[in-house]
């Protein structure tokens, strides 16, 4: 694929042929001791993979299929609890907004702002992130094709701020079924920008329990190795310790106990389609 340029996060930097960057986490802060636990697993999963990683966790769902699902414990808690778990493992932080208004005091904490694939376009919301001079991370709306982003990226830009990444998780299909054109990655990298595939996310089967999302997971891992093959800078996965109690998306997570095989073989994939010897 096209080269995209090198984003530093943290003490390491994606795009470019530098290692595939792990970007992980529960779908959404559950409880502070929750979050702690699953960090220090992925922490030290991570670690012992020699991959570097991103913490994910999001403090507030704006958009749940129903009003009575879990949304978070909001702004100012889940702030704090991200911000603790930072500075405990120092680890860089992800998480999504979906306000203009949460972009600041977001951006004190997370290395990363994540706009949602529904707000890929809401423009204020791009500007603002943008503005924070974090890195944003882009997530593809479900309704646009590939080379629509670099509208959304042109915005950011506007706002003074380069560093953007780009993250596909799957094209509507239909009526609550989601693909993956393997030709997205390609595309969104003539944009410059690294690009993430969210794997998890694009196994989901939106609103089909009803009044919450469906999933297959089964198909986490091929499309995982599918994705690295083509050459993705970075590998998005949802873990839950034990998905059918996850209070957000445990339909379409990734077993923790499985992250560590599924990570030895992207990382030897990522290695020989960048040319390098694993280690």
């Known amino acids: ?3 995209a340029r090198e984003i530093s996060i943290g003490n390491f930097r994606i795009g470019g042929n530098q290692p595939l960057v792990l970007v992980a986490g529960p ?3 559950e409880s502070e001791k929750h979050a702690l636990m699953m960090a220090e697993h992925l922490v030290d999963i991570a670690a012992h993979a020699k991959v570097p990683f991103i913490f994910k966790a999001s403090y507030d769902k704006a958009n749940r299929s129903s009003e009575q699902s879990y949304r978070g414990p909001g702004l100012t808690e889940g702030l704090r609890i991200l911000k603790k778990i930072k500075d405990a493992f120092f680890v860089p932080i992800l998480t999504d907004i979906h306000e203009v208004s949460h972009a600041a005091p ?7 702002l994540q706009i949602p694939a529904f707000l890929s376009r809401q423009t204020d919301l791009l500007f603002a992130a943008g503005k924070t001079g974090r890195v944003v991370n882009l997530k593809k709306g479900q309704f646009l094709s590939p080379w629509e982003m670099s509208n959304a990226v042109e915005k950011v830009n506007r706002a003074g701020n380069d560093r953007v990444i780009l993250t596909e998780r799957g094209a509507s299909f239909g009526y609550q079924n989601l693909v993956v054109d393997m030709r ?3 595309i969104l990298r003539k944009t410059g920008c690294p690009v993430i595939f969210d794997v998890t996310h694009s196994v989901q089967l939106p609103g089909g329990a009803g009044k919450s999302s469906g999933g297959q997971p089964e198909f986490i891992e091929p499309l995982a190795r599918a994705g690295t093959a083509v050459g993705v800078d970075g590998v998005f996965l949802e873990v839950h310790e034990n ?3 996850a209070l957000s998306d445990g339909t379409n997570a990734l077993p923790l106990a499985e992250l560590p095989g599924l990570l030895g073989k992207l990382k ?7 040319g390098w010897s694993v280690q």
């Open 243 to 245: 998905p059918p109690k």
């Open 184 to 186: 997205s990655f390609p």
């Open 106 to 112: 977001a951006a004190e904490v997370a290395d990363v």
């Open 27 to 29: 779908c959404v802060i």
């Open 1 to 3: 694929m096209q080269t």
């Open 268 to 274: 030897q994939i990522s290695a020989l389609v960048r």
